[in-house]
Each structure stands twice: as C-alpha cells, then as structure tokens.
C-alpha cells in the first residue's frame, strides 16, 4: 500500500520522520510529494496512491478522478474545505480530518491577542488585567475548551455557549453556561469566537449581537471571517469607540478596519492559530495514525464525508 504525503508547503523534517515512522511501522511505503509548483505533479503522483495526506492542498473531482486505487484522504488540520467531498463519496473514497490536533496552538493565540489587546497593544499606556473578567467562549468544541482551560489560569470568570455541547459537560469543567448566544455577549467583556462557518453561522456576527455588549468589550476572532458580519462589525466600532476587534483571519475589508481603527483593531497577516511546530507534528503524525487504522481495521472515526 502506498501513502502519499502530498505538500505544497512541507510538513517540518521532525513531522515527516514521524508520519514515516508510523506509516513504514504498518507495513506500507511512504512516497513524498513536497513543495510541487504545478497541479500535474499531484495528477500524476496520487495515480498509485492507496491513500493521502495533505495539509491546504486541492483535492478536487480531476485529482479524484485519476487516483483510481485511492481509498482515503487525511487532511491534517481541522478545516477540509479543500477537499471536495461530494466527489470523494461518488468514488468511494473516505475524507477525514484530524481534529483537536492544533487546538492548543489556536487557544494560546486567542490568549496572546486578549493580553494583547487588554494592555492597548503594548503601546506604552495603562492596561487592565484579564483576571475576573467575564469571558465568553463561543462554542465549546476542541479550540473553545483548550480556552476555557488556559483563562482559568488567568483567574478569568468563565461563561460558554454552544448550539450542540451538552451543558453538563460545560458544568464539569466549572464553566458559567449560557442558555443563548444573546445571553453569552450581553453578559461578557471579552467574547472568543469558536464556531465553525455553517449556513447558520455566516455573518451572524453582527450589529444586533454585538450592540449589547458591556462597555469596553473586546471580540476575539480566531474562528472564521465568513461567521462576522463586517459591514455591521464597521458600523458598530464607528460607534463604539471602547470596542476593539481582534482577528487571526484578515478581513476582507481590513483596510477599512486598519485604516480608521488601528488603535483598537488588529489582524494577524495571515492565519497563525495553528502555526506551530507542535500542531504541526500532532496533526501529521494524527493522519498518519489515522490512515493505518483505517487501512488495517476499517477504523473511520473521524470521516467526514458520508
Ligand atoms: P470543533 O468542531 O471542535 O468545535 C466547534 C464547536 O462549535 C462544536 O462544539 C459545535 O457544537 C459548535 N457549534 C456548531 N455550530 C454552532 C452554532 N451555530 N452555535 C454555537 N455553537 C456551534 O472545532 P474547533 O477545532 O474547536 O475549531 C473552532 C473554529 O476554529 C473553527 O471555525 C475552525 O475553522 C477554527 N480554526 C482556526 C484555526 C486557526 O488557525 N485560526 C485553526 C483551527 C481551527
């Protein structure tokens, strides 16, 4: 069985030799597709490929349509909106992520940019603290619980929202649990935006949501772009000037943003949440992992396609 690692941006060595490690450890060759500038290289290399791991590469109904012998796919990483699923299923082949395997990494940048923005961005003014204050975690998946553990640390006053987690689990890890997202913004100072883009989701952001805010709020966005409204976002800080927006997904309307807010907005230049050495390896080593128990035992735990 043949597993290609198929990276336009390589994992680091440190990832490789342990997905090499786990994939030759099973009995199957590993075969390296690194840096490749051109889509015909991956056409050609997925054509004897049993399975693939990729990171932000495109596997779309072409490169499907020559791996013949292709079983799987492992994105490593959380999003899988590279890979097109409706044609993956059509060819019967499995999609999976590796979730929880950056969380950590996304959690400590939501913090950094709160310390960040809470001390006026290091400008050489008087801050305030982060401990005591009302944080509102929105969603409390894999990135919204690792929060919930680190604001602890920061003696912060920790309430969550989420549309699906049951409550009781919020309530063992002595989270304050909001029966409405409403609830969850009027009542916190800093709100950390968790939730994934859905139809449901898009551009719920908005004016209406975040007006109630306490004064001096903060929004933290290590999320999503499409889940804020921008245009009502805009309107709002026009309005309030004691809110600030915080973002590791530029805006699409970052020049706005930056151009009459730049004392109270800040994006990082591209998405940083899960850049780390150490999600790296995680998520690598995870698909890996992931892709010989499928292979040996059928094991699809983390299918995302149907
Ligand atoms: P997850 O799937 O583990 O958790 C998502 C949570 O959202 C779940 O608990 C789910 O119940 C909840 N949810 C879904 N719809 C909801 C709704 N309408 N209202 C309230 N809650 C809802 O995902 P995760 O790994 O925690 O990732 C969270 C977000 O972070 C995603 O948007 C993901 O794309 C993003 N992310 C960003 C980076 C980065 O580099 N900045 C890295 C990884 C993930």
Redesign the pocket.
């Known amino acids: 069985m043949k597993v290609l690692v198929a990276t336009e941006k390589p994992f680091a060595k440190i990832a490789v030799d342990g997905i090499r490690k786990e994939i030759e450890t099973a009995g199957f060759e590993l075969v390296l597709l690194e840096k490749y500038t051109n889509k015909s290289q991956l056409l050609d290399a997925v054509k004897d490929a049993d399975a693939i791991i990729i990171r932000s590469d495109v596997i779309d109904a072409e490169v499907l349509s020559v791996a013949q012998k292709l079983k799987i796919v492992v994105r490593a ?3 899988y909106d590279n890979v097109d699923l409706d044609s993956a299923t059509a060819h019967n082949v499995c999609v999976m992520n590796t ?2 395997q ?2 950590n ?2 959690a400590e ?1 939501a913090l950094g940019m709160m310390v960040y923005a809470v001390r006026n961005f290091y400008n050489g003014t008087s801050g305030t603290e982060l401990m005591g204050k009302k944080l509102g975690i ?7 619980r690792n929060v919930a553990r680190l604001a602890k640390g920061f003696g912060m006053d920790i309430y969550a ?5 049951p409550q009781e689990v919020m309530k063992q890890d002595g989270i304050k649990v909001c029966s409405s ?1 409403q609830e969850l913004y009027e009542t916190c100072n800093i709100v950390s935006l ?5 139809a ?2 898009k551009n ?1 952001i908005d004016y209406a949501l975040l007006k109630n805010m306490p004064k001096g709020s903060l929004l933290v966005n ?3 772009k499409e ?1 804020i409204n921008e245009a009502e976002l805009l309107k709002l800080m026009e309005e309030r000037s004691d809110f600030k927006y915080l973002t ?2 530029m805006p699409a309307r970052h020049a706005d943003f930056i151009g009459k807010y730049a004392e109270r907005y800040f994006s990082t230049p591209k ?5 780390t050495a150490e999600a790296n390896i995680n998520a690598g080593i995870a698909a890996a992992q992931q892709i010989v128990g499928f292979l040996k035992d059928g094991c699809d735990k983390f299918r995302v396609n149907k």
């Open positions: 990483g959380a999003g979730p929880g950056n969380s990494a996304v940048l929105h969603a409390y998946g894999n990135v919204g929202y989420d549309a699906f987690c997202v968790h939730i994934p883009a859905t449901e989701t719920s290590t999320a999503r889940v590791d997904i998405k940083m949440g899960a850049q």
